[in-house]
């Protein structure tokens, strides 16, 4: 168990829709990252939270945002759903300081 | 540019050695780490190695480091059959914060 929690585990919804998706870091952990992990495009950063700002950008979709919260939560919103956003989204988090991340046992979207 | 690159499938003898190889573009990465997930689980680290060392060593797993052709590796010494898993090769790029960019993962089997 790595202490990071993300929910939901699974979920299904159709093209168009909106979801949300929740992640909770280790104790302690400050930052909160988020990957997509796709079959054809495998493990995309998509972007980074630190104590509640955004620190760093990868490869998220306009029609993707995030944020963390001050109790340190992060929240990843996929809105106008499309078929290829179907992936497993991983949520990791770190100590102040390191590299090293802890990640979450993902959340799968499957997109319909 | 960022950009790390791996092989995708590597197929052994259960007791023989593994080498997974890796190339990374960016030279200013700080730490590079190999990660491992196994089917239906978030990435463990399993090492790291300092972007000033060559090598280091932790009990089966051996890592190799070759600056100047940006080139790491991952030796598991007498693979067992529960070595298999996926493998990634990660940097970390410390740009204000710790971006950290994966490869497209090994995808290591074991042959009993």
């Known amino acids: 168990d790595s202490g990071v929690t993300q929910t939901p585990k699974h979920l299904i919804t159709a093209t168009g829709q909106r979801v949300t998706l929740r992640c909770s870091p280790r104790?302690?952990?400050?930052?909160v990252y988020w990957y997509q992990q796709s079959l054809d495009q495998g493990l995309q950063f998509l972007i980074q939270?630190?104590?509640?700002?955004?620190?760093a950008k990868g490869n998220i979709l306009e029609r993707f945002s995030a944020q963390q919260f001050p109790d340190l939560h992060s929240e990843l919103n996929l809105s106008s759903l499309e078929l290829g956003d179907s992936a497993l989204y991983f949520c990791?988090?770190?100590?102040?300081?390191?590299?090293?991340?802890?990640f979450g046992e993902g959340s799968r979207l499957t997109v319909l | 540019g960022e950009d790390v690159e791996q092989s995708l499938f590597l197929s052994v003898r259960e007791g023989d050695s593994s080498v997974i190889n890796c190339t990374y573009t960016?030279?200013?990465?700080?730490?590079l780490y190999w990660y491992k997930q196994e089917p239906g689980a978030g990435l463990q680290l399993l090492t790291y190695?300092?972007?000033?060392?060559d090598m280091k060593q932790d009990q089966r797993l051996t890592v190799l480091l070759n600056k100047k052709d940006k080139h790491l590796s991952l030796r598991i010494a007498d693979t067992q059959t529960g070595d298999s898993a996926i493998y990634f090769c990660?940097?970390?790029?410390?740009?204000?914060?710790?971006?950290?960019?994966f490869g497209a993962g090994t995808r290591l089997f074991v042959k009993a």
């Open positions: 990791a988090s770190s100590a102040p300081g390191s590299g090293e991340l802890f």
């Open positions: 104790s302690g952990d400050l930052s």
């Open positions: 939270y630190y104590n509640g700002e955004e620190r």
């Open positions: 960016d030279s200013s990465s700080t730490y």
């Open positions: 190695i300092f972007s000033n060392m």
């Open positions: 990660a940097e970390t790029l410390n740009t204000g914060g710790f971006k950290t960019i």
